[in-house]
């Protein structure tokens, strides 16, 4: 795998819970693999239970793991590592923060109804906000803040994940931030 920090980037995948992210990041990541990048998936929900056998989900439990998680993403590309961040990061400041300490970062916003996201529930914390065992579910009892200028914006409800890790890969090739090989 190839490996060069002036050329390692980063792809934020943001969404609702439920949204087709991991789907996403997935597909993404085999892509970038596929031609000889090396790329590591920073999923959330598993860093957080890494962090802390118990993670809080409130104000200062999130600026802390989302700062963990920048700060993380900034120096695996420093070092080479192109990274793919799975993570919904409710709040644009949490990922304006990543944009700041990683020069070659694009965002990704996974759009997707609430209503699809809450039929979907692969991790049941949806049924879990609805019946008072979640109190700070984004899209529920806490907001989710959309980005304001997305490189690109994928429809989670709709879109193929493969053709929308293709436009993905479109969009860091027009940046500069991988060469074209053509597979596009």
């Known amino acids: 795998m190839k490996r060069d920090g002036q050329n390692a980037f980063a792809v934020w995948i943001t969404g609702l819970p439920a949204s087709g992210k991991s789907t996403l990041a997935a597909a993404l990541a085999r892509q970038i693999r596929e031609i000889g990048i090396d790329v590591a998936v920073l999923e959330s929900d598993i860093l957080r239970k890494m962090f802390s056998e118990h993670p809080g989900y409130d104000d200062q439990d999130r600026e802390y793991f989302y700062d ?11 070092h080479g ?17 990543a944009r700041r300490q990683i020069s070659r970062f694009i965002e990704v916003f996974v759009e997707c109804p609430l209503e699809t996201c809450i039929r979907r ?36 409800d ?7 890790a293709r436009r993905i890969r479109n969009v860091l090739v027009r940046r500069g931030f991988l060469e074209n090989n053509g597979s596009s």
Do not use: W
Request: charge should be negative; proline fraction near 8%.
């Open 158 to 164: 709709h879109d193929n994940p493969e053709e929308a």
């Open 81 to 97: 590592i192109s990274v793919v961040f799975d993570a919904t990061a409710n709040r644009r400041s949490y990922r304006n923060n």
């Open 121 to 156: 529930d692969p991790k049941g914390i949806y049924r879990k906000a609805r019946e008072g065992k979640a109190s700070h579910v984004p899209g529920m009892q806490e907001a989710y803040e959309p980005p304001e200028s997305p490189d690109i914006v994928v429809r989670g």
């Open 68 to 78: 963990s998680l920048a700060f993380i993403g900034r120096v695996l590309t420093e």
